[in-house]
């Protein structure tokens, strides 16, 4: 069963940090593409942020180039967020997400929250 946890959301100010991380299970993490996806309220899904297998090719969405860098370890199967520069726009829950030709399976969602 693949189990996604995602963890180090929360609230913090405009032009802050956070660093958000993903514990992934019941599948072979270092075989598959991962990706950060965001819902902000009221909104669809977004997907930010992806990493191949190897993690030696990125992508991200225009929102997030040059703010949020995506990493990954797979010797201890963790998917990573670094988020700098925070805008109140970026408020949203954030999922990790196994992809097959699409989002397969996602997380439970962190919540971020950037607000003065």
């Known amino acids: 069963e693949v189990q996604l946890v995602e963890s180090g959301g929360g609230l913090v100010q405009p032009g802050g940090s956070l660093r958000l991380s993903c514990a992934a299970s019941?599948?072979?993490?270092?075989?598959?593409?991962m990706s950060w996806v965001r819902q902000a309220p009221g909104k669809g899904l977004e997907t930010i942020s992806a990493?191949?297998?190897?993690?030696?090719?990125?992508k991200y969405a225009d929102s997030a180039k040059g703010r949020f860098t995506i990493s990954r370890d797979n010797a201890k199967n963790t998917l990573n967020l670094q988020m700098n520069s925070l805008k109140p726009e970026d408020t949203a829950v954030y999922y990790c997400?196994?992809?097959?030709?699409?989002?397969?399976?996602w997380g439970q969602g962190t919540q971020v929250t950037v607000s003065s």
């Open positions: 997400a196994k992809m097959n030709y699409g989002v397969e399976s």
């Open positions: 019941g599948f072979t993490f270092s075989s598959s593409v």
């Open positions: 990493i191949s297998d190897g993690g030696d090719i990125t």
